[in-house]
């Protein structure tokens, strides 16, 4: 038989709360744990996708701002000829700004780090390289300056870095997608846990459940309240793990600028860019920890509310 509600029995329910869902429990405490640790990787994650993403645009912001003519020796061709009637070709098309001429000893400079500086290469048919700066918001006309350099000859080719350009997005936009990936399966790793947790207690205050429905409280009312205990130790546990995931790139910055004159330091700027983590980067992993709350609220209430259904 149900005992109609009355503002006693409604003070009775509240103050059953705290025993219905204790707060402090060992099983809590582990809870907060695993989604507090779910939501660190989760985050890490989350802030590598962010700077491969901010890297990557660094990199094509760089690239299509410049071109590139290569003039190579050929049998019976005067280079310098060549490369000055390809510099020239360079300054005559509209929308270049800047055009830069290597010498013979700044090309075999850029071989250094391949060949080492030991290796004598004053006999090798080495390429002379022109760096061309485009003007801002502005595209070159590269079909015309195609056709200058092959009116010159053979020797000189232009590379806009399209090729380039296209298999670095297509490289960042797969590690994105896996960085998402490994986001989407923590979360449901933790949602798994939290339903876990849900299920096993509403099992252990199975009396008090019935207690409660005995005296006015429906389905929806203990959803709720065992809804709004887990929506705290997830809020608990995102916080947590939010904030370790933010120190570590905070640490990793001001690591990044200590040693940046080492080669480590250069490998990872390389593929990271700066590492400065910035405000987007901190609102991401916010991001991530509200959305761990969220979702263990609502899986808490979804497990209780289909658990109340096979015990009625």
Not at 168 to 189: D, E, F, H, R, W
Not at 199 to 214: F, G, K, Q, Y
């Amino acid at each position: 038989m149900t005992v109609p509600r009355t503002a006693a029995g409604e003070a009775t329910l509240f103050r059953r709360q705290s025993s219905l869902v204790p707060q402090r429990s060992i099983a809590g405490r582990s809870l907060v744990m695993v989604i507090a640790i779910m939501t660190f990787l989760a985050c890490l994650a989350a802030g590598a996708a962010h700077l491969v993403a901010g890297a990557v645009n660094d990199w094509t912001s760089s690239i299509q701002s410049e071109m590139t003519i290569e003039v190579r020796p050929m049998p019976g061709r005067d280079i310098e000829s060549d490369v000055a009637a390809a510099a020239e070709a360079a300054r005559k098309t509209t929308g270049i700004s800047g055009v830069k001429v290597y010498t013979r000893a700044e090309s075999e400079a850029l071989l250094q780090p391949w060949v080492g500086t030991g290796l004598d290469v004053t006999d090798l048919p080495i390429p002379r390289m022109i760096t061309l700066s485009q003007e801002p918001k502005a595209r070159p006309d590269t079909a015309d300056l195609s056709r200058r350099l092959a009116a010159i000859g053979p020797a000189a080719s232009l590379d806009d870095h399209r090729a380039f350009i296209s298999r670095l997005s297509t490289m960042a936009n797969a590690l994105i997608v896996v960085a998402v990936g490994i986001v989407a399966l923590v979360l449901a790793a933790s949602a798994l846990a939290v339903g876990f947790a849900t299920r096993s207690a509403v099992a252990l205050n199975h009396e008090v459940v019935e207690v409660l429905h005995l005296v006015g409280a429906d389905d929806n009312f203990v959803a709720r309240e065992f809804q709004r205990r887990f929506f705290a130790l997830g809020i608990e546990g995102g916080a947590l793990g939010a904030a370790a995931a933010a120190i570590c790139y905070f640490i990793a910055g001001i690591l990044s600028t200590k040693f940046a004159s080492s080669a480590a330091a250069d490998q990872m700027e390389a593929v990271f860019g700066s590492f400065q983590f910035g405000a987007l980067g901190y609102a991401i992993i916010a991001m991530v920890a509200m959305t761990v709350a969220y979702s263990t609220s609502v899986v808490s209430r979804m497990t209780v509310k289909r658990r109340l259904r096979t015990m009625a």
